[in-house]
């Protein structure tokens, strides 16, 4: 009943949402039928020959029993025949299953990867939603973890059916053989070595599932605090300047050690019932070895068998009750598969939760213009407070609009939804469709690589050395020149100011038609902001620009001024004579 509860019908409906996109609407469905079914056709041969050597057993053993050397040698080269070709179908079953497993995981990790990074799905999960653990995790691990289990167990139980089949048959027939002695009779139970393999395997199955049950939970937990542990070891390597610059290690620690904490006690918790779950596991193998054999014994004592049937009813016992008893061998791997499995459901859930924002709160229309031309444009906060009511406003090629106000009034806001990131609100954005934008944020994103492949990110390609350094030199950062090839973790060996230098270098290379700047000159001081901007003005002078700052000086290289005022209402004045020329 434990097991039922956990592996019940909603259990098995997520994970065929999990696996039926691959099987069924995949362009590799085909070729893993395929060699899914060579698994199984070798699975069955497996099974064959196995039923085989059991047969085989009975016949030795009594050649032994006879002294007959002869027969007993005959046998041993019969037994090479049958295990050659099992050996040979093992070792390619195995390669199989695991071509199988690598393919499905790259589909998979493809999959996952796209619905996560279209439309934004990454950003508004942790902006939006819960957030959801680890996303990392489960597209790096989780999705290994469900192929290789799923393609175990399905392949395990076919192994099991298919096992249980043959050597049932068998088992049956043996059972005729097995006369108990009975107040000077003979009785003959028909199925009696079968119904004893039953009772023990489903006892055995009730009862560690039961003592097992809890696992599913505690691996579940272990994952996830494995993965928040990992995550904070991560982000102080990101921040390690920062903490440097605090003297937080302390602190640090302090937060290691407690996450590290819910690592360790839980898998206390999974050692401890682990013991439990091993106590009757080992108890209930090594039981099985001596069983069929006293079932067995009492008909070999009267003489009814011979020692090779006790050997062969051992065998297709221990082949039946390992058949029957495939949940018990495998419960605690089934406990951590149950636990992926809703992971990776809880990750599908967080992902569809976004795409049904989107689609219930994202009412502002993008369309195709000949310029940038915000219509009605309202932007709110997830609970509904607003930020700008009924923003209108026309931004043409080679202007610049500068966007001010107090913290906290919208700026970032208004930015993210001109890029089409943000989803609460209404009205009408409309931008060439063919032009590329390109935003700068306050802290610049540098992605892992070359020095080279963090200029052109994300839009550029393959430039001659001449170019990347005549945009550094007007960036001013010529002496990264010499490092175009190096591969280093730049965001931490470049200060903010530089970080900042270096996303105007990659505007000055890449040359985007519309450019969104969200405090990007923060970190410099004024000349070096000055002579930025100058240099934006010569080098891109048909681009828009829309920037979002505090500083009084940003006025002198706009041409208006946008300002939020926090409450829903804004006004827009020339630049630099300061007149307001329209506002709401």
């Known amino acids: 009943m434990a097991f039922m509860k956990q592996f019940n019908r909603a259990f098995f409906r997520d994970l065929w949402s999990l696996v039926k996109p691959y099987w069924w609407y995949s362009e590799e469905r085909w070729v893993a039928r395929g060699v899914f079914a060579l698994v199984v056709v070798l699975n069955l041969l497996m099974v064959f020959i196995s039923y085989r050597v059991t047969e085989w057993y009975n016949t030795f053993w009594n050649a032994l029993q006879r ?75 989780d999705l290994a973890s469900i192929t290789s289990q799923t393609l175990g167990f399905v392949i395990g139980l076919l192994s099991s059916i298919t ?39 489903v006892i055995g199955t009730i009862v560690i599932a039961k003592v097992g049950r809890p696992l599913i939970q505690l691996n579940f937990d272990q994952q996830r605090f494995q993965a928040d542990f990992r995550f904070s070891l991560v982000r102080l390597r990101e921040n390690s300047e920062s903490v440097a610059l605090y003297s937080g290690e302390a602190r640090e620690r302090e937060q290691f050690l407690a996450r590290f904490a819910r690592v360790f006690g839980n898998f206390w918790q999974i050692m401890r019932r682990t013991r439990r779950l091993n106590w009757w596991v080992s108890g209930y193998g090594q039981a099985a070895i001596i069983f069929p054999i006293l079932v067995s014994l009492p008909a070999y004592f009267s003489k009814a068998i011979q020692i090779g049937s006790i ?106 939804a001109l890029a089409g990131i943000w989803p609460f609100g209404d009205g009408d954005v409309a931008l060439p469709e063919n032009d590329v934008a390109l935003c700068l944020p306050q802290r610049p994103y540098l992605p892992l690589g070359t020095l080279r492949e963090v200029l052109v990110y994300p839009y550029g390609s393959a430039e001659s050395d001449e170019g990347m350094g005549r945009v550094l030199d007007l960036a001013g950062l010529p002496q990264l020149f010499g490092q175009l090839a190096e591969s280093r ?88 004579a300061g007149k307001p020329i329209r506002e709401s």
């Open 67 to 141: 002294y007959d050397a002869a027969a007993a040698w005959h046998e041993l080269l019969i037994f090479v025949v049958l295990v050659t070709p099992y050996v040979i179908a093992a070792v390619y079953q195995g390669y199989l299953t695991q071509m199988l497993q690598i393919r499905w995981r790259q589909w998979l990790t493809k999959h996952y990867l796209d619905a996560w990074l279209a439309e934004g799905t990454y950003y508004q999960m942790q902006t939006l939603g819960d957030g959801t653990d680890n996303p990392d995790q489960r597209i790096a691990e």
């Open 163 to 201: 096992t249980l089949l043959a050597f049932l048959a068998m088992l049956w027939g043996l059972s005729r053989q097995v006369a108990i002695p009975f107040h000077g009779a003979k009785l003959v139970i028909p199925g009696y070595l079968v119904w004893a393999a039953a009772v023990y395997a």
């Open 311 to 416: 050997i062969q009813i051992s065998s297709a016992f221990g082949q039946v009750q390992g058949a029957l008893s495939f949940i018990v061998n495998a419960y605690g791997d089934l406990a951590n598969w149950h636990a992926v499995v809703d992971r990776l459901r809880f990750f599908e859930q967080a992902m569809t939760h976004v795409r049904d924002i989107r689609k219930t709160h994202f009412k502002i229309a993008r369309s195709d213009g000949a310029f940038l031309k915000v219509t009605d444009l309202s932007l709110r906060l997830p609970d509904g407070r607003e930020l700008l009511r009924k923003f209108s406003a026309e931004l043409r090629p080679g202007e610049r609009l500068l966007i001010m106000g107090p913290s906290g009034s919208g700026k970032s806001t208004l930015v993210r």
């Open 489 to 576: 973790p730049w965001s931490h060996l470049l200060s903010q100011g530089e970080q900042q230098r270096l996303a105007f270098a990659r505007t000055f290379l890449q040359r985007p038609t519309w450019i969104f700047m969200d405090e990007a000159t923060s970190a410099l001081d004024e000349p070096a902001e000055r002579r930025l901007y100058e240099i934006l003005a010569e080098e891109l002078p048909r681009s828009g620009v829309v920037s979002v700052g505090h500083r009084s000086t940003m006025r002198a290289y706009h041409e208006t001024c946008l300002l939020l005022r926090g409450d829903g209402s804004w006004s827009i004045e020339s630049l630099p």
